[in-house]
């Protein structure tokens, strides 16, 4: 296995921070390179999935007086989490797959 430079964990980390970020990594010469390939485009899908479910699921729990604000308060803490989770496991070099997600890109991907 190779070492994967820091340059490249951080971009793979900040992709997941800030989807658009990923399109660098798959429209750019950084495609090159497999672990950014994988990814770019596994935080690509991740970033476009969880804003389209942010836009229904907090439209919808507006609707709901008290309890919507917090059931949306407890899912934007949990989405954070696994941020941080998704970020401090492509620090640390690895290539993980997120449930679901990596299903929708996989085809992309190789």
């Known amino acids: 296995?190779?070492?994967?430079?820091?340059?490249?964990?951080?971009?793979a980390?900040?992709?997941y921070l800030f989807w658009p970020?990923?399109?660098?990594?798959?429209?750019?010469?950084?495609?090159?390179?497999?672990?950014?390939?994988?990814?770019?485009?596994?935080a690509l899908y991740f970033g476009i999935c969880c804003t389209v479910f942010h836009l229904m699921v907090g439209?919808?729990?507006?609707?709901?007086?008290?309890?919507?604000?917090?059931?949306?308060?407890?899912l934007?803490?949990?989405w954070i989490l696994l941020i941080a989770l998704l970020v401090?496991?492509?620090w640390q070099g690895q290539c993980f797959r997120v449930p679901l997600i990596y299903d929708l890109a996989q085809g992309v991907m190789e």
Do not use: C, N, W
Not at 28 to 41: E, I, P, S, V, W
């Open 1 to 11: 296995m190779t070492e994967i430079s820091r340059e490249y964990r951080a971009l």
């Open 13 to 15: 980390g900040l992709s």
């Open 21 to 42: 970020v990923s399109l660098l990594l798959v429209l750019t010469a950084y495609k090159r390179d497999r672990f950014l390939r994988y990814h770019g485009y596994q």
């Open 59 to 74: 439209g919808l729990l507006q609707i709901i007086p008290v309890f919507g604000a917090l059931i949306y308060k407890g």
């Open 76 to 78: 934007v803490m949990a």
């Open 88 to 90: 401090y496991r492509t």
